[in-house]
């Protein structure tokens, strides 16, 4: 059983949604947020990011300062507050693929209680200091992403939606569109409460900290079922609009080793073919080196071997990034670079052909099931295994924690 909550969300004034939302602003670099701040006086950014802040300042100052802007957004008209909770219809369309399904606040007991998935480990580290950015800012701004299983059409519930007018429609510009639709009807939230009291399981595709953190949270400040801070914002989406998409991986160096060496490594590890351009399928790596791209079929795991080793992500680490290159922890050597999948392989052979990486490495994405599968067994992937769309604007949808 799932339980969902709606809300009373702050949302940004119809006129102006398209200039609010932003990505993260770890996502920018330091050039591209100073001319974002710069040109957009409503940029969510202005809020996560707040400008004029002493260099050495304390992060409760900078958590103060962002609880200040989003002040400052409601003073001005630029966020207000809708008058009855709601739920809310949210679809994206980016490179072809369109995924729909409910913006809502999801319990974090049933995180705790493994009813909702997971399938990266955490840091508490970063858990902790985000729960203390929820605490002080008393907001969520960024919903985690869920997605539920296969058998459940409770999506369905939410086509008549298509045939009214939306609240918000634009595009940004990285070619995404946005709609969303606000559900206020009595009818519709419990056609939609009933649907996920029927499901036995959500799984997180991402934002595992960020529930970590609410879970968090809740449990510091002793909230109840009753209290906003034991619920997250969540968008919810079925399965089958979820779009998962490899992580490549691109090494510096070769651990000392002439690129000969290193490829007489790889063949002793695996069937090293040469190819004309990278092509990964499941069980093989595209291998990019200054000759060319090579494909390496990995030797098949045995039965006995758990879910999580058998992802191609795991073997390359186990088979080839430990010990032939030295890597040991994806998490903190600073001799790897991730490269989203969306980027497509040019970015390997630009890195490689440029002598920024010495090599590259190109994964066939995962699909559902093989996410459902670690996340059923309890199971973490490798660090960076899956770039998962749609990727979520902050600001758009403001989960307050206080009342």
């Known amino acids: 059983m799932i339980s969902l909550r709606p809300f009373r969300a702050w949302r940004p004034v119809p ?99 493994g009813r909702i998935k997971m399938h990266e480990q955490t ?56 709609r969303l639709w606000v559900i206020s009807d009595a009818r519709l939230q419990e056609a939609l409460l009933k649907a996920f009291r029927n499901m036995p399981d959500l799984y997180i595709a991402d934002g595992h900290h960020r529930l970590a953190s609410s879970a968090r949270l809740a449990g510091s400040i002793g909230a109840t079922e009753e209290d906003a801070a034991a619920w997250c914002l969540a968008f919810i989406v079925p399965h089958r609009q979820l779009f998962i998409h490899n992580f490549d991986r691109a090494i510096l160096s070769l651990n000392g080793m002439a690129e000969s060496t290193f490829l007489e490594a790889l063949a002793r590890v695996g069937t090293l073919t040469p190819q004309r351009a990278a092509a990964a399928a ?64 040019t970015e390997l052979d630009r890195l490689v052909d440029s002598c920024q990486a010495a090599v590259g490495f190109h994964l066939h994405p995962i699909g559902f099931d093989a996410l459902k599968a670690v996340a059923d067994t309890s199971g973490t992937m490798p660090p960076k295994s899956t770039w998962i769309e749609p990727k979520l604007r902050s600001g758009l949808i403001v989960y307050p924690l206080q009342e």
């Not at 539920?148 to 008549?160: C, N, Q, R, V």
Request: aromatic letters at 8%.
């Open 15 to 113: 006129d102006k949604a398209h200039l609010v939302g932003s990505r993260s602003y770890v996502s920018y670099a330091p050039e591209q947020l100073a001319e974002k701040l710069g040109g957009n006086p409503y940029s969510f950014l202005h809020v996560i990011h707040p400008r004029g802040l002493a260099e050495h300042c304390t992060r409760q100052e900078r958590f103060k300062a962002v609880r200040t802007e989003f002040d400052r957004f409601v003073t001005d008209g630029v966020m207000i507050r809708d008058e009855v909770p709601c739920f809310f219809m949210y679809e994206q369309h980016v490179r072809g693929n369109i995924s729909r399904g409910i913006i809502a606040a999801v319990s974090v007991q049933e995180y705790r209680d």
């Open 123 to 178: 840091l508490t580290a970063r858990e902790s200091v985000f729960a203390e950015y929820l605490g002080t800012t008393g907001i969520n701004a960024e919903p985690v992403l869920l997605c539920t299983p296969e058998g459940y059409a409770w999506d369905a519930l939410l086509d008549p939606l298509l045939n009214t007018r939306s609240e918000y429609d634009f595009s940004t510009t990285d070619r995404v569109r946005h």
């Open 282 to 345: 499941p069980g093989t790596v595209a291998v990019r080196t200054a000759s060319g791209w090579h494909g390496l079929h990995l030797p098949a795991p045995g039965s006995e071997i758990a879910v999580t080793d058998r992802l191609d992500a795991a073997q390359l680490s186990s088979l080839i990034l430990g010990p032939l290159l030295g890597i040991t922890d994806l998490r903190t050597d600073p001799g790897v670079r991730f490269v989203p999948g969306t980027h497509g392989t």
